[in-house]
């Protein structure tokens, strides 16, 4: 899918393609400039950081083709490689490839903090000025520049960026125009020497690493509808799994705001319990067993590491502070600061985090191609979680959304304890634990009538936000798929019915349209419309659900990826990018709804 914006390339859009291999991600846009990498981790300081340096030409690596005229970009198929072509006036043009390694190596994953691009003359005699301009200490400056034999080492932080390469230093280092007449590679990571020639180096890697991703995606099990854009999904969840722990992270950026001119600024680059069930979900349904393992050995980690009460967030290493600062270097997305480092939300009680952590790990008792099932051990280490949940029930907590200025007893908070009862109860049974089974339902049944009875609002005729309060909130829409209602039940369709007029902008479903911290929502959650055609098939509306799913699927960027929200007025871009609930939710919704492979040449 080529890139479809033809702006400049100092203007910050979401029009962007990530890379990355497990270890790192950056961000390219359709001009072939990095405007993203945190370096060395997938949550580490940006050396890339031109996303949110407002007006500030920093922060960045890019190839300027003088007299530029047009500019395409798209993944190579089935890749994380991206390929830019730059073309200028006269017809001269280049090709700009970008990808980070990894491969099996020495019968282990390699996946280097790296970035490589390769320079290619397509046509003619392209003019180019490559230009490195890397920041530390979130938006600084390099403190210093020292040109080596055949690279550049850049400093100034924690860690020293080192760029490799075969193209001539003075001229990367004097931002000099030269005539492009035959390939040249920049490899860009740790300060470590190269073990061979940046040219021959490169064109292993890439064939390498091309071929990694092409059978990675032979083995997914993916449905005979929508397969380019379940296939890109499930590749960019994968770019968002730090595969040293098994985390997977909400997103690769922190600060892209929610909506223009809102301070609704947030760091995503950290693990999310209660995007363990979506996750997990996607990942069970693609047949990508090793990084579901991966995940559920990191949820499970924190379950049995950590005494209650949980965090609803942690980082990618579980046992790291997130104390939340600002990074006065960087002026923010257009401008729009202020740009948070960590998140405040780990300090937060909400209380669905208990579920999200058990419903993760029930899978461990059910897959039987996981190496490690789990036990009686494992069980007896999530009842913990369990009781946290049955004592917190009906307590307030800021909510899905994380509301900083209020606490209610949400009915999605609730709705998760008891899912937390509930699958132990079910897990209990699984062991031939009748005792236990007995006990977790008896709780189970408790919670669950209190939330019918508190959370149903006589004003709507319909399931509420929470208890005893009338404000309609889309997590509602989830209560049939994690189990507290039928599909069928009435008081579940009733609530689809009214989400879908009361919280409906323009065909797009807000999380919720009561003011909050900031004054009242502008954007939508593009989540919510995944879960919104969900739950309209579930009651029996799959034409609808499926005009709703591809109408989402053509609001993606050109790389089909979606952010976090989107503007119902605009159809714009916003939040953090590339935002793993939706990615998950192509998934899971794209395998819902597809027709099945035995249809595909069925008669009519």
């Known amino acids: 899918m080529a890139g479809k914006y033809e702006t400049s390339a100092d203007v910050a859009n979401l029009d962007l393609a990530p890379i990355g291999n497990g270890r790192i991600a950056a961000l390219v846009n359709t001009r072939g400039r990095i405007v993203w990498w945190c370096f060395p981790r997938l949550d580490s300081d940006p050396v890339f950081?031109?996303?949110?340096?407002?007006?500030?030409?920093?922060?960045?690596?890019?190839?300027?083709?003088?007299?530029?005229?047009?500019?395409?970009?798209?993944?190579?198929?089935?890749?994380?490689?991206?390929?830019?072509?730059?073309?200028?006036?006269?017809?001269?043009?280049?090709?700009?490839?970008?990808?980070?390694?990894?491969?099996?190596?020495?019968?282990?994953?390699?996946?280097?903090?790296?970035?490589?691009?390769?320079?290619?003359?397509?046509?003619?005699?392209?003019?180019?000025?490559?230009?490195?301009?890397?920041?530390?200490?979130?938006?600084?400056?390099?403190?210093?520049?020292?040109?080596?034999?055949?690279?550049?080492?850049?400093?100034?932080?924690?860690?020293?960026?080192?760029?490799?390469?075969?193209?001539?230093?003075?001229?990367?280092?004097?931002?000099?125009?030269?005539?492009?007449?035959?390939?040249?590679?920049?490899?860009?990571?740790?300060?470590?020497?190269?073990?061979?020639?940046?040219?021959?180096?490169?064109?292993?890697?890439?064939?390498?690493?091309?071929?990694?991703?092409?059978?990675?995606?032979?083995?997914?099990?993916?449905?005979?509808?929508?397969?380019?854009?379940?296939?890109?999904?499930?590749?960019?969840?994968?770019?968002?799994?730090?595969?040293?722990?098994?985390?997977?992270?909400a997103a690769h950026t922190t600060s892209i705001p929610e909506a223009p001119g809102t301070q609704r600024n947030w760091d995503y680059r950290f693990c999310w319990l209660r995007d363990a069930y979506f996750v997990i979900?996607?990942?069970?349904?693609?047949?990508?067993?090793?990084?579901?393992?991966?995940?559920?050995?990191?949820?499970?980690?924190?379950?049995?590491?950590?005494?209650?009460?949980?965090?609803?967030?942690?980082?990618?290493?579980?046992?790291?502070?997130?104390?939340?600062?600002?990074?006065?270097?960087?002026?923010?997305?257009?401008?729009?600061?202020?740009?948070?480092?960590?998140?405040?939300?780990?300090?937060?009680?909400?209380?669905?985090?208990?579920?999200?952590?058990?419903?993760?790990?029930?899978?461990?008792?059910?897959?039987?191609?996981?190496?490690?099932?789990?036990?009686?051990?494992?069980?007896?280490?999530?009842?913990?979680?369990?009781?946290?949940?049955?004592?917190?029930?009906?307590?307030?907590?800021?909510?899905?959304?994380?509301?900083?200025?209020?606490?209610?007893?949400?009915?999605h908070s609730a709705t998760m304890c008891w899912v937390a009862c509930d699958r132990l109860a079910r897990l209990a049974g699984l062991l031939a634990l009748d005792d236990r089974a007995g006990y977790w339902r008896g709780q189970a049944d408790k919670i669950r009538s209190e939330i019918l009875e508190r959370a149903w609002s006589s004003k709507w005729g319909a399931l509420a936000g929470a208890l005893d309060h009338d404000d309609l909130d889309a997590s509602a829409l989830l209560v049939a798929e994690l189990g507290l209602l039928s599909a069928g039940d009435e008081r579940y369709r009733r609530t689809v019915d009214v989400i879908g007029k009361e919280l409906n902008r323009n065909g797009f479903i807000m999380r919720y349209t009561a003011d909050d911290d900031f004054g009242a929502p502008e954007t939508a959650f593009l989540v919510c419309r995944f879960w919104y055609a969900d739950a309209l098939a579930s009651v029996g509306e799959r034409a609808k659900a499926r005009d709703i799913f591809t109408d989402v699927l053509s609001r993606a960027n050109s790389f089909g990826i979606l952010s976090e929200d989107i503007h119902p007025a605009s159809g714009e871009l916003w939040g953090n990018i590339p935002q793993t609930y939706c990615m998950a939710g192509i998934i899971n919704t794209g395998m819902k709804l597809s027709r099945s492979w035995e249809d595909a040449w069925a008669a009519g």
């Open 49 to 249: 950081s031109r996303l949110l340096a407002g007006d500030e030409e920093k922060g960045f690596c890019d190839v300027v083709l003088h007299g530029h005229a047009t500019s395409s970009a798209q993944y190579v198929r089935n890749t994380a490689i991206v390929e830019t072509v730059l073309e200028d006036a006269s017809g001269n043009a280049v090709r700009i490839t970008d990808f980070a390694p990894r491969f099996l190596r020495y019968e282990r994953a390699f996946h280097p903090a790296q970035i490589i691009r390769r320079i290619e003359p397509l046509r003619g005699l392209p003019r180019v000025t490559i230009r490195l301009r890397p920041t530390f200490n979130y938006g600084q400056p390099a403190e210093g520049m020292a040109v080596g034999s055949n690279h550049i080492r850049y400093s100034g932080g924690a860690d020293v960026l080192r760029v490799t390469t075969d193209a001539p230093l003075s001229y990367i280092a004097h931002e000099t125009p030269f005539a492009l007449t035959h390939p040249m590679t920049l490899i860009l990571g740790a300060d470590e020497p190269l073990e061979a020639s940046v040219d021959s180096v490169a064109r292993e890697f890439l064939e390498r690493t091309r071929s990694y991703w092409l059978a990675w995606v032979r083995g997914l099990g993916i449905p005979l509808e929508w397969q380019a854009a379940i296939i890109r999904a499930a590749i960019t969840l994968k770019l968002c799994h730090f595969e040293e722990t098994g985390a997977i992270i």
């Open 281 to 411: 979900s996607a990942l069970n349904r693609l047949g990508a067993t090793q990084t579901m393992e991966g995940y559920l050995n990191y949820i499970t980690t924190i379950a049995v590491d950590i005494e209650p009460p949980l965090q609803p967030v942690y980082g990618i290493i579980h046992n790291q502070p997130l104390d939340e600062r600002i990074a006065s270097d960087l002026a923010g997305f257009r401008g729009m600061g202020p740009v948070r480092i960590g998140n405040q939300a780990a300090e937060q009680a909400q209380h669905d985090a208990y579920g999200s952590v058990i419903l993760g790990a029930s899978h461990m008792f059910i897959d039987e191609r996981l190496p490690g099932m789990g036990d009686v051990a494992l069980f007896r280490r999530l009842e913990p979680l369990g009781h946290q949940a049955r004592r917190l029930y009906l307590e307030p907590d800021s909510g899905p959304w994380e509301y900083r200025g209020r606490k209610r007893i949400h009915t």
